[in-house]
């Protein structure tokens, strides 16, 4: 493979990884709160400066090395603020390093078409994929343990040279820096793959004492601010009594949960099994070395005392190299045949995952796998092509003995699936696990200034977006306060309120669940906007919230907001009657001279309120204009014909008829003819009436929580229908001019 080819490869690869990793980084809500304890650390060196030892609810940090939270803190600088999708950067670029460093270690052994197929392979991995694109320190790690291994194949190479030496301990290190001792698998894999290929006696040729002297010098930054700092807590709670006993917390069997790697591998574990009976026939040293670095790494994570499916990823860049070379050199080897029977196992793999997918039993999936289980048809079928492409692109290269396009279909094929699970579960992820409504209506409810209360053990997920203090309560304290009448909030789990509940004063309610439905979850995170406008505009300001007929806890998160601040309204309709009666609802109770309305599902930006108050003095009406929608592609390009098909009948020059966010005097509100579906038709009923009517681009943000109410089938007919209707009352709209004339004088 000449230059060029061979980096064309591997910008190819590495786009294909980034692609498949990025995708989905930061755009699902925060849930695991170890993702949130670098994020709130990193939050706390911006705030504070303390690069060294920030603090975690107000205590100094001394768990982890600094090196993963303050890459989070150097990628949020350039914006100020430590975000989701910030705190993912690290980690991503982490994941499209271990992929690079497969496509070398590959490239330099057996040659550039291996390192593209095993860095193919590693970043078509489902395990890599489900972890890698997490703000999760693991990532990293797993990036220094592989270049540490480049390292140091470069140093067996090179004669155990100082030099590529050096390298693979400034690895090591930084591997340790990233989280601490889970880093030393690098280095205890390094002597035990040397000594198992090339003997133990080499083991003096790694030059120890070099080692050594690099690794202290390097980890200074670490454990010399921790000593210095906080020498006896460092020692005493950290390294003997957090690092000291995670080994010893379960039991001998609980080990072999890290046997889960053959179905966080698939499906390459598959070519594995046909890879081992051609290795004992064609023996290789530097597949060996692979294998036992490998193998030791995979041994070591057993050992952990709790097993979390993010320490496995350490693992995948090995059987990725091994399945490459199997997939690249077999064929020209004697392992035809167990690659033509591992094709055709990964083609019936591929058919019953697309037959369960199309079965129910797909959807009885819960928990934490839920969201990745496609929800839409259109999903499900595209998913379902792609695994019965992939089944026939695997049969027809076994057939015709074209291994290598074999893999490279398999590859893509589950490439692109993770592609679309990329792009579409984060959005269900939000839908059932999102903490932000929570913490938001717990900050709503808590006096300024004040600590958010949490019982018991509650995640650091709730500290990163309640952005203010939390404190602790124990049994006897939740329970005492639990006891008088309900005063602020206090964050639970579920099960401890149904536990507590019988000793609750009747108050006490559920304002906030996790998961809710309707536009429960999406009005505490509204409410905390709105109150930065209603700062701007007169204390006699209103907020008035109509009620459609909700079925989850939004009534009783407006009524806890009723008795914490009198401007909040709440207007009940007996029952769901849509978006019309809603609005016409509101409009006709509103008491002030200025009327400014605005769906709660939060697409709406409440902080372009005052840019359409700024045009009330020159104009009767302010409407928003999305200029750049945020919804599926069906549904922007259905509202671009309906209001282009509007604009013509009608001829209001109105560019976004049905946007919620307007801003209007009392005056306009009184000329307007309200009927079923009248909603979509405001801007063009204002100036029926003759108000001067601006229209002003708007921020549109995509949807958060649930699904809209409305879509191409349930409006399309009855707009045309209401379209024609007004174009009637425009056309039978009373002109006339009149004057009262005085009495004759004479």
């Known amino acids: 493979m000449s230059a060029l080819r061979s980096r064309l490869a591997l910008v190819a690869v590495l786009a294909f990884a980034a692609l498949v990793v990025g995708l989905p980084a930061g755009r699902a809500p925060l849930w695991d709160p170890n993702e949130a304890r670098y994020m709130l650390l990193a939050r706390d060196i911006l705030d504070s400066g303390r690069w060294l030892i920030p603090d975690l609810r107000g205590v100094p940090y001394l768990n982890k090395p600094q090196l993963f939270f303050w890459s989070v803190a150097v990628a949020s600088l350039p914006g100020g603020e430590v975000t989701e999708w910030t705190a993912a950067l690290p980690a991503v670029l982490s994941s499209i390093a271990t992929v690079a460093a497969a496509f070398a270690i590959g490239a330099r052994i057996w040659g550039m078409g291996t390192g593209a197929m095993s860095a193919l392979v590693l970043a078509s991995t489902i395990g890599f994929f489900a972890i890698g694109h997490h703000g999760q320190s693991d990532v990293m790690v797993t990036a220094w343990t592989w270049w540490a291994f480049y390292g140091l194949v470069v140093a067996r190479r090179a004669g155990y040279t100082a030099l590529p030496l050096i390298a693979y301990y400034a690895c090591v290190a930084a591997a340790i820096m990233s989280k601490g001792p889970m880093g030393l698998i690098a280095l205890v894999g390094g002597f035990v793959a040397i000594g198992a290929t090339d003997g133990w006696r080499t083991l003096i040729r790694l030059r120890p004492v070099l080692g050594l002297a690099v690794i202290a010098v390097l980890l200074a930054p670490w454990y010399g601010t921790y000593l210095v700092g906080h020498g006896s807590e460092f020692v005493g709670d950290t390294v003997v009594g957090h690092y000291g006993s995670w080994a010893f917390r379960r039991g001998a069997l609980a080990r072999l949960e890290s046997l889960w790697v053959f179905a966080y591998a698939l499906p390459w574990t598959i070519f594995l099994v046909g890879a081992a009976t051609w290795w004992r026939r064609l023996p290789d040293a530097e597949r060996r070395l692979i294998a036992a670095w490998t193998l030791t790494i995979w041994l070591l994570i057993g050992l952990s005392g709790i097993h979390r499916g993010r320490y496995l990823i350490p693992i995948y860049p090995g059987l990725a190299l091994l399945v490459g070379e199997f997939l690249t050199r077999a064929a020209a080897r004697g392992g035809g045949r167990a690659l033509r029977g591992a094709l055709f196992a990964v083609a019936g793999l591929a058919v019953v995952v697309a037959a369960f997918a199309l079965s129910p039993a797909a959807r009885l999936i819960g928990g934490e796998g839920r969201p990745w289980v496609p929800d839409s048809r259109a999903e499900i079928a595209l998913i379902v092509v792609l695994l019965t492409a992939t089944a026939l692109g695997a049969v027809v290269a076994a057939r015709r003995e074209a291994f290598v396009r074999g893999g490279l279909v398999v590859a893509l094929g589950v490439g692109a699936i993770l592609v679309i699970e990329g792009a579409r579960y984060p959005a269900r992820f939000a839908r059932d696990f999102d903490v932000r409504p929570i913490a938001a209506a717990a900050s709503a409810l808590t006096p300024p200034g004040a600590a958010v209360r949490v019982y018991p053990d509650i995640w650091l997920t709730y500290d990163f977006y309640l952005r203010r203090p939390v404190v602790e309560l124990d049994r006897t304290r939740v329970e005492q306060l639990l006891a008088g009448p309900a005063s602020g909030a206090v964050i639970m789990s579920r099960k401890s309120w149904t536990g507590l509940q019988p000793l609750a004063h009747p108050s006490w309610r559920i304002v906030a669940a996790l998961p809710v439905f309707n536009e429960a979850q999406s009005l505490p995170v509204l409410w905390e906007e709105l109150q930065a406008v209603l700062k701007t505009v007169e204390d006699s300001a209103e907020v008035i919230v ?163 109410n409305y879509g191409v089938r349930n409006r399309a007919w009855r707009g045309v229908v209401d379209l024609f209707g007004v174009r009637w009352l425009q056309a039978r709209r009373l002109r006339y001019e009149a004057r009262e004339e005085p009495p004759d004088a004479s």
Not at 553 to 571: G, H, N, P, W
Not at 590 to 611: A, E, K, N
Not at 637 to 658: F, P, W
Not at 681 to 697: K, S, Y
């Open 546 to 708: 109509v009620d459609d007929g909700s079925t989850d806890s939004s009534v009783e998160f407006v009524r806890l907001l009723q008795a914490t601040d009198t401007r909040v309204r709440l207007i009940r309709l007996a029952a769901n009657r849509g978006l019309s009666s809603a609005l016409a609802a509101g409009l006709r109770a509103v008491r002030g001279r200025i009327v400014v309305t605005l769906d709660s599902d939060l697409q709406s930006d409440p902080g372009d309120i005052p840019l359409l108050l700024a045009q009330l003095d020159r104009w009767d009406a302010a409407c928003g204009w999305r200029q750049a929608r945020r919804d599926p592609w069906l549904k922007r390009m259905s509202s671009r014909i309906a209001n282009t098909v509007r604009g013509a009948v009608l001829g209001d020059q109105v560019r976004d008829s049905a946007c919620s966010l307007r801003a209007m005097h009392r005056r306009c509100v009184d000329s307007l003819q309200f009927f079923d579906g009248f909603h979509r038709f405001v801007p063009a009923l204002l100036r029926q009436a003759g108000h001067r009517v601006i229209v002003v681009p708007v921020n549109h943000r995509p949807r958060r929580f649930g699904v809209s």
